[in-house]
């Protein structure tokens, strides 16, 4: 029998066909072969006896395990299907559905319907619509080969944070890969970061945008083993998304400042009425902010913030009581966020760190801790699927309880996005511990833990 090699594995192998196209055994694919170049079998070798075979180390055999799927002119494919457009505070947010098949891309525009945009793909996408954490989030996906092609977009919902770094390092953990940063621009709450990943799964590349405008957020970016920036076609699928409700903020304003009140349906980037405009590069503490006393509102709920994170409850040493918190900053787009919390307790006229919790404070930390006589009595916090700031009411201390009419709040300390501001007290009950959700690298939700309950 003739043999063949492979043009996309390059294994050799033999077939009885002399005509027509072959199916690969290793990788499945079906190729037209040269049948004038096709190698005779070489000739068999005589059996060794059983002395030569001692000698002889065993052959080894490649075994194939995964089933055939498909007759006719199917052609195999890689899957990479994956939830990069999971919500975290600090994760962001991020999806993609990924696929990869052969052929020479033919760009054609695409505008998808109430997407309010439009963009150049190589074919007609599929197009399938999810609701991901609360987002009605609709795919387009072109399947091709060496690089597949997709776009997907979604309204954020109100009081849902949001980082676009979030997004890009979900992207680069669905495919296995490394993400690095090409490009990137904000305005207020707008703006984009342009990525490649050197991705592992498939072997490749991802290469796109992602994107936050007018409280949509768009991604779209080309995935297969051809798909880097340096490719053509990749450049001119990303350099050819347009907006068709308006210009790119970052177009009209070249040097732009975050503005008061931008973006009113950004959530978790909003700016409050009477407050300054945060630094574009984060510096702690975010001073300005004081929450309106008749928009905080109190919660019987035991904690602030989401409620899937594991659960720490770190407690007082004995006699000692809560007087304040070292709060680490984290980024998230234009502003801070709590990335982590540690508590300080007060035992016999000496403060004492407790445990510390989550990991990213890349924006450094602010110490909050209580006057001498003073204690923390309750704690107010602004949280979406995270902490995004917070402060403290500190109450004298007096005998074996703490006065809620005497009292004094902290600065504020983090972002000033989330919901509305909440508090939770216990009413003149002194604090013996401090209760913690964290998620991967930042805490996600914090609770007191009062004496006697």
């Known amino acids: 029998m003739p043999q063949l090699r492979c043009p996309m594995c390059r294994l050799k192998f033999s077939t009885s066909k002399t005509e027509g196209r072959v199916r690969c055994p290793e990788c499945e694919e079906l190729f037209e072969p040269d049948w004038g170049e096709a190698d005779e079998p070489a000739p068999k070798k005589r059996p060794r006896d059983d002395d030569e075979e001692e000698d002889r180390e065993p052959r080894r055999r490649r075994v194939k395990s995964r089933p055939r799927g498909g007759t006719g002119n199917s052609t195999s494919a890689i899957v990479v299907a994956g939830l990069i457009f999971f919500l975290l505070f600090a994760g962001g947010v991020g999806y993609g559905v990924y696929r990869a098949f052969l052929s020479k891309p033919e760009f054609k525009t695409f505008s998808p319907p109430g997407g309010r945009c439009s963009i150049l793909l190589p074919g007609s996408p599929k197009t399938e619509t999810q609701n991901i954490l609360g987002m009605q989030t609709q795919f387009h996906v072109v399947e091709r080969s060496r690089g597949s092609y997709g776009l997907a977009w979604a309204d954020i919902p109100a009081n849902l944070p949001f980082s676009l770094r979030g997004a890009v390092d979900g992207i680069a953990r669905s495919v296995d890969g490394t993400a690095s940063v090409h490009n990137s621009k904000s305005v207020g709450a707008n703006g984009y970061i342009e990525f490649e990943i050197a991705t592992g799964k498939p072997k490749g590349f991802a290469s796109g945008r992602v994107m936050v405008v007018r409280g949509r957020f768009y991604q779209f970016f080309a995935l297969g083993s051809d798909s880097s920036l340096s490719n053509p076609d990749v450049r001119k699928f990303i350099d050819s998304f347009k907006l068709t409700d308006g210009e790119f903020p970052w177009d009209s304003e070249p040097n732009p400042m975050p503005q008061e009140n931008a973006g009113p349906n950004q959530p978790g980037l909003n700016v409050p009425p009477n407050s300054k405009p945060p630094n574009p590069k984060p510096k702690p503490p975010d001073g300005g902010y004081r929450p309106d006393p008749n928009s905080v509102s109190t919660t019987r709920e035991e904690m602030l913030g989401v409620n899937f994170d594991p659960k720490f409850e770190d407690a007082a040493p004995a006699g000692g009581v809560l007087v304040g918190l070292e709060v680490g900053l984290a980024p998230f787009f234009d502003y801070?966020?709590?990335?982590?919390?540690?508590?300080?307790?007060?035992?016999?006229?000496?403060?004492?760190?407790?445990?510390?919790?989550?990991?990213?404070?890349?924006?450094?930390?602010?110490?909050?801790v209580a006057k001498p006589g003073y204690a923390v009595g309750a704690i107010t916090a602004k949280t979406g699927l995270g902490i995004d700031g917070v402060s403290v009411t500190f109450m004298r201390v007096n005998g074996d309880r703490l006065d809620p009419n005497d009292a004094y709040e902290s600065n504020w300390v983090g972002g000033m996005g989330g919901g509305n501001p909440t508090k939770i007290t216990g009413n003149g009950a002194p604090v013996t511990g401090l209760l913690v959700r964290q998620g991967n690298e930042r805490v996600s939700s914090v609770g007191l833990k009062f004496k006697g309950k």
Do not use: A, C, F
């Open 336 to 368: 801070n966020i709590v990335g982590t919390l540690k508590p300080l307790y007060r035992v016999g006229g000496k403060d004492v760190p407790g445990t510390h919790y989550g990991m990213d404070e890349k924006n450094g930390v602010v110490t909050i």
